[in-house]
């Protein structure tokens, strides 16, 4: 759908699993380690507030991790994402479809079928066939109905008592932890801010006059649509 796949790696087979192997190591040895130290030594950043430490990884990435040529590819792995082009978004309507839940569910003789406690009316031709019932886990009240691979219309709610699964997560913020962070994160966050602060600039310098100091052009179409 998303064009998205799961691949486990074999048991006992950790070539399966090298890349993200890879990352971690390279996460561990360059970053980690200065925010925890090594066992043997302490922490050379230690980091002051979990703002901090949400902070200094993504520039670790950008300014380090991303802007290093790749010894395979040749080149550093922003530069090869930016030759890309654009990402297709996918569409809000298909994200929530990748994202639904889905159960097996025998429909009853009366043509109902039954979830979490709920019981839904379907199509009288499902009755006594085994269905496919596919839900946004915070929303109990809009149900799609799949047989034998196909989509057959929807389920239509008769006694509701749960709108939301028992499994969804709670929209609820973890308990915030005290953690603490180092002159290398701090040297890479500084050569962080500037590089973006030098891409403001050459945008600054691109955008051409500046409408704050006033001018003749386009004047009177701005006053117009006033």
């Not at 430490?53 to 080149?75: F, I, K, Y």
């Not at 886990?137 to 047989?147: A, S």
């Not at 709670?170 to 962080?192: F, M, R």
């Amino acid at each position: 759908m998303l064009g998205v796949k799961l691949v486990h790696s074999a048991p006992g087979r950790p070539a399966g699993r090298g890349k993200i192997e890879r990352a971690f190591g390279t996460i561990q040895q360059q970053f980690l380690v200065e925010v925890t130290g090594d066992g043997q030594h302490p922490a050379r950043h230690p980091v002051a507030s979990l703002e901090e430490l949400n902070d200094l990884p993504g520039r670790w990435v950008r300014t380090v991790c991303h802007a290093r040529v790749h010894s395979e590819t040749g080149q550093a792995p922003q530069a090869r994402y930016a030759a890309a082009g654009p990402p297709a978004r996918p569409e809000p309507a298909l994200l929530k479809e990748a994202f639904s839940w889905s159960v097996i569910r025998l429909v009853r003789k009366t043509a109902t079928v039954a979830l979490e406690g709920n019981v839904y009316c379907v199509d009288p031709f499902l009755a006594g066939r085994k269905v496919e019932l596919v839900f946004d886990p915070f929303d109990l009240t809009q149900v799609t109905v799949y047989w034998g691979g196909r989509k057959v219309g929807t389920a239509v709610p008769q006694v509701i008592g749960r709108h939301a699964h028992p499994k969804a997560p709670p929209d609820e913020d973890p308990a915030p932890a005290a953690l603490t962070g180092v002159d290398y994160l701090q040297l890479i966050a500084d050569a962080d801010q500037a590089a973006l602060g030098q891409q403001l600039n050459l945008a600054a310098l691109d955008g051409g006059d500046d409408p704050a100091q006033g001018g003749d052009q386009g004047g009177g179409d701005q006053e117009g649509r006033r």
